[in-house]
């Protein structure tokens, strides 16, 4: 009987594992609030993105995007833990519920949206895909890299673009092709491949990780789009507007001069709009699932978007990133963001 | 009542005191709840997967890949499907297990054999060899061999070349490539001629030795065949062999026949990591035959190579099949650290890119993890084969 008796003790905790799994159904906003931080995906460390500085802290464009999604849940922009992952390691780890938001400069394209079971909740960031030569090649534009070896990140759309490039113009290459982009550049430094490519904002970065920086150059030619930003698992819509207008509101903030430094000053505006931003007039918050305030939290604790891009990535930084298409859309750029109201 | 009474039999147990009964219904239990555990994963898998709008399915197989592959052993460009991309992960896998078995043995047995010499020399070298090798953990070698070694070649524009024709660089090892013309058939040809040959002379001098005692030299003769006629018929057929050699065009090296640093990388570590503990099995399948085995072939007076050759090897092989063959499926295994140093194996190729920009992870480490299983389910059987034809026949 003790034989029979285990068996059962055994079919009855099978039958628990089985089916935990579907039980889950927890809002995403309820388990982050339940957990007390947000977990948020990031890269292994690319500069001016995520990268971890000496004291083990998590900056960049892609962290302060996760911090302002904690500051509008929390109050507190340092309620995250940060996940690093490789470009191929991404998207399951969203999908398995590992990670509650992923912000790791990764392109927006219909199959990724439509397929994988994840939304794209914005774009933080306007990209397009370049190549970094050595100077000595005497390369000057694209169309001079038939035959060449190039280095790429495996699991990017970057691998795509390159063989869509090249096959367009008739010339062929030799991809090489690496897990982490530390390792892309190990390759391109040794002089393993000719060429590197990437994302132009990350070919800034990573040239900037070279010995000897001033020996490559980036070339002229933009060949592809490449929209970044946050992305949410699809099915928790409440969870995807908050991602969503999360950076809305920072776009916003900008766009109406409310910054980290006034935002205080700001909470007495008689501008509606500020108003409404910053949770003074209004239950927008509410309508989201989120504290009244949740727009004078990010402000105050993250700031707005043009604080961010210029203290990770401008032209201030090591990286010297023109604000070029990411500059608001009433200067010039593309960066535009639907109205709190 | 009483007619009841004469019928019966000694009565046999109670169906559910029957122990053959109660072992068949446990087993029958213990299956429903094995296939009923798969059902319930793949079941929630995909019932979960669609209430989360994830593909699934195999469809993706057949749609464009649009990603290129450095390295493809059939043809292989940006268009063709991710079905495809499989074949070509697949090819390269296999050609690196299998130069990596071929080297492995070779190296395993000369250092195997070293290591029981009676010179002090070489059997502590083939100590050192082993000792330093086999405790390394596999990855860092792989590593030592493609960033220490393979990456400080030159340039290829300051190539390191042998005679014009043999090309060494961090772009890879290039080889000219032989291009068959008409008439090389004859070559073939003669090859046939001399294989078949040499398998009848073997038999005859087989027979001939049986009933004279009389030895033939069928080794010698046999290699002089198979490399003689058809050199012979390379010569008469008017060299019917165009060589294609590699030389510089623009960044790298164009024509020709190249072996890219990183498959050199891999298959040197696994050749030799996979050697040292190959050694140790040769080893001890020599330790394991007795003493005596050698005494008596020497008093019957056999020399040390044909006792070698006829008496300890064949006895040894015995010992030495079981866990060679574990060791062939290791490196079979190991070669997909590949994906370390972006040799475009299957876990790099499909694993990798496949599953990345399709999104369908269940499907591509399934079909992954039963490409390796029937890899080294085959490995096995044909191992297996082997040690049943040296295997001791008990008669």
Redesign the interface.
């Known amino acids: 009987m003790k034989n029979t008796k285990s068996?059962a003790v055994g079919?009855v905790m099978?039958c628990s594992v089985?089916t935990a799994?579907?039980a889950s159904a927890a809002t995403t906003l309820e388990s982050v609030k339940e957990k007390g931080h947000l977990q948020c995906g990031v890269t292994t460390g690319l500069p001016g993105f995520s990268q971890p500085d000496d004291k083990g802290n998590w900056t960049g464009i892609d962290v302060d995007t996760c911090r302002a999604v904690a500051a509008a849940v929390f109050g507190d922009p340092k309620a995250v833990q940060f996940t690093p992952l490789t470009?191929?390691e991404r998207?399951?780890a969203l999908?398995s519920g590992e990670i509650d938001m992923l912000s790791r400069n990764t392109t927006w394209t219909l199959?990724?949206d439509a397929?994988?079971?994840l939304n794209f909740a914005g774009v933080n960031y306007y990209d397009g895909q370049g190549f970094l030569v050595k100077k000595d090649?005497g390369v000057d534009e694209a169309s001079q890299?038939?035959?060449?070896?190039i280095c790429i990140q495996?699991?990017?759309t970057t691998?795509?673009n390159?063989?869509?490039y090249?096959?367009a113009k008739g010339m062929d290459?030799?991809?090489?092709?690496?897990?982490t982009s530390e390792?892309t550049v190990?390759?391109f430094a040794?002089?393993?491949c000719?060429v590197l490519t990437s994302d132009r904002s990350q070919l800034a970065a990573l040239r900037s990780k070279l010995a000897e920086p001033d020996s490559a150059k980036i070339l002229p030619e933009t060949i592809s789009k490449e929209p970044l930003g946050p992305v949410v698992?699809?099915?928790d819509d409440q969870w995807f507007n908050i991602v969503k207008w999360v950076l809305s509101v920072q776009i916003n903030a900008e766009e109406l001069g409310v910054s980290s430094s006034n935002v205080d000053d700001m909470l007495k505006s008689d501008n509606p709009n500020i108003q409404r931003l910053l949770g003074t007039d209004g239950d927008m918050g509410a309508k989201l699932g989120l504290p009244d305030d949740f727009g004078y939290a990010i402000v105050k604790g993250v700031g707005n978007y043009g604080e961010m891009y210029n203290r990770n990535v401008g032209p201030d930084t090591p990286l010297g990133l023109d604000r070029g298409l990411n500059a608001l859309w009433t200067e010039g750029g593309i960066m535009y963001a639907p109205p709190v109201r | 009542m009483k007619n009841q009474n004469i019928d019966s039999r000694p009565a046999g147990p109670k169906p559910w005191y029957d122990p053959q009964v109660r072992s068949i219904f446990?087993q029958i239990?213990a299956i429903s709840?094995v296939f009923w555990?798969g059902w319930?994963?793949v079941d929630?898998t995909l019932?979960?997967?669609e209430?989360?709008?994830?593909?699934t399915g195999f469809g993706f197989l057949g749609e464009s890949a649009?990603?290129?592959?450095?390295m493809h052993l059939i043809p292989f460009?940006?268009?063709m499907s991710y079905g495809r991309t499989f074949f070509v992960g697949l090819l390269n896998t296999l050609l690196v297990s299998a130069m990596g078995i071929v080297t492995a043995t070779i190296i395993g047995f000369v250092v195997g054999v070293a290591r029981l010499s009676t010179n002090w020399l070489v059997a502590k070298l083939a100590l050192t060899y082993i000792e330093v090798i086999r405790n390394i953990p596999l990855l860092l070698q792989i590593f030592f061999w493609y960033?220490a070694v393979l990456?400080?070649l030159p340039?290829p524009r300051q190539t390191m070349d042998v005679g014009d024709w043999l090309f060494l660089n961090?772009?890879g090892l290039y080889m000219p490539e032989p291009f068959a013309q008409d008439g090389f058939g004859l070559v073939y040809g003669a090859l046939t001629v001399a294989i078949i040959g040499t398998v009848a002379l073997r038999r005859w001098s087989r027979k001939r030795q049986l009933e004279t005692g009389e030895i033939f030299p069928v080794f010698k003769v046999g290699v002089g065949l198979i490399v003689g006629l058809p050199v012979i018929a390379y010569f008469l057929a008017g060299q019917p062999l165009q060589w294609e050699i590699p030389e510089l065009?623009?960044?790298?090296f164009?024509g020709g026949f190249v072996i890219i640093?990183?498959l050199a990388a891999l298959w040197v570590a696994l050749s030799l990591y996979t050697a040292s503990f190959i050694a140790e099995i040769v080893r001890s399948g020599i330790l394991s035959v007795s003493k005596g085995q050698t005494e008596a072939s020497k008093a019957l007076g056999l020399p040390a190579n044909l006792t070698l050759r006829l008496v300890v090897i064949p006895q040894a092989m015995r010992v030495i099949i079981p866990p060679l063959t574990s060791q062939y499926l290791n490196l079979v295994k190991n070669s997909s650290l590949a994906?370390?140093i972006?040799y475009?194996d299957l876990v790099?190729v499909f694993m990798?890119?496949t599953?990345?920009?399709?999104?369908q992870?269940v499907e591509v480490v399934a079909i992954t993890m039963a490409v390796y299983l029937t890899i080294s389910l085959l490995i096995s059987l044909f191992m297996n084969i082997y040690n049943r034809a040296v295997a001791i026949k008990e008669r």
């Not at chain 1, 890299?145 to 070896?149: K, N, P, V």
């Not at chain 2, 599953?355 to 999104?359: D, I, P, R, V, Y």
């Open positions: 068996i079919a099978l089985f799994s579907v470009a191929k998207f399951t999908q199959t990724r397929s994988l079971g090649l890299l038939s035959g060449a070896t495996a699991g990017t691998e795509l390159l063989a869509d090249f096959r290459f030799k991809p090489l092709v690496f897990d390792q190990q390759g040794s002089g393993r000719d698992r699809q099915g | 446990f239990v709840l555990a319930t994963l929630n019932s979960n997967m209430s989360r709008g994830i593909s649009g990603f290129g592959i450095i460009d940006a268009t960033f990456r400080n340039s961090n772009r065009q623009g960044f790298n164009g640093p990183e994906t370390a972006g475009p790099a990798g890119t599953l990345n920009q399709t999104g992870a």
